[in-house]
């Protein structure tokens, strides 16, 4: 079985910075990609960055790119997410993601979620 534990988050304001943290384990890895996504309320889920596993290939969101930067620690399993220049509408709950799929151009979540972790932006 595969968890994905996030932490970090919060309430931060406008122009500050955040980071998150997302912790997997129990199984061998098998997936390629892990990344992240977040949901605001009443809007959909939607795709924020990835991560290659094996070579370190980034992939952004147009709305975060140059703010946001994926990252990850192979011995620790952990990928990480750092949030720079945060604005109010980057305020969502942030959910981390295994096994990642490229499909018609977009970034399809894999079957591994964490919990989330709210980030809360004010103005």
């Known amino acids: 079985q595969v968890q994905l534990v996030e932490s970090g988050g919060g309430l931060v304001q406008a122009g500050g910075s955040l980071r998150l943290s997302c912790a997997a384990s129990?199984?061998?890895?098998?997936?390629?990609?892990m990344g992240w996504f977040r949901q605001a309320p009443g809007k959909e889920r939607e795709f924020v960055a990835a991560i290659n596993w094996r070579d370190g290939s980034q992939y952004y969101a147009d709305s975060v790119k140059g703010r946001f930067t994926i990252s990850r620690d192979n011995a620790k399993n952990t990928v990480y997410l750092q949030m720079n220049s945060l604005k109010p509408e980057d305020t969502a709950v942030y959910y981390c993601n295994a096994d990642l799929r490229w499909d018609t151009g977009l970034f399809r979540p894999g079957e591994y979620w964490g919990q989330g972790a709210q980030v809360t932006v004010s103005s």
């Open positions: 129990g199984r061998t890895f098998s997936w390629l990609v």
